[in-house]
């Protein structure tokens, strides 16, 4: 062989393309990624909210409730946080606490129940974060019911809920 052919090796192959590299495949997403949820269900007795997509729950969180949580909401300013199914119809970024998502609360049964105690139901029902206001040592009392009759989590806790939940999806409170 030539130093001529020798060097006109490499020039050949290159000539022919670069060699073909075998294509990886796509990443699976939805393998690592977390699905929107496509429920909210809220356990008070427990202080639990889950965020589920079908039966699966995708996210369990601590909650702290209105501050006398035990029953039904039953008029405007009685601190309960509402028991039924709602939906999310709105979001506040600008909220006072942090993040919060409005619920549709109340419903024709709510007024109702209202109505025969010759009372309002209220409104301003929300899942929420911590107060803006709050310094480092007043946060560590919301562990406890502290709300007005809203849901409220931590803010790490709603950023993740905000990301993970549509408008228009169902909220049932249950005792």
Request: proline residues 7%.
């Amino acid at each position: 062989m030539t130093l001529l052919s020798i060097l006109a090796l490499p020039l050949a192959a290159h000539a022919a393309g670069p060699a073909a590299q075998p294509t990886p495949p796509p990443a699976d997403w939805e393998k690592y990624a977390t699905p929107k949820a496509d429920r909210i269900v809220v356990y008070k007795a427990e202080r639990r909210l889950e965020i589920r997509r079908g039966d699966k729950v995708l996210r369990s969180y601590h909650i702290a409730l209105g501050r006398h949580p035990v029953g039904p909401k039953i008029e405007q300013g009685d601190g309960r946080t509402p028991e039924g199914t709602y939906i999310i119809d709105r979001r506040n970024m600008m909220s006072e606490y942090h993040l919060s998502l409005h619920l549709s609360y109340p419903s024709a049964l709510d007024i109702k129940r209202a109505a025969a105690h010759n009372a309002r139901a209220g409104g301003g029902i929300m899942i929420h974060g911590e107060p803006n206001v709050l310094n480092h040592e007043g946060k560590k009392r919301l562990f406890k019911d502290w709300t007005a009759g809203c849901i409220a989590l931590s803010n790490t806790d709603v950023d993740e809920v905000w990301r993970l939940v549509d408008d228009g999806i169902a909220v049932d409170i249950y005792p």
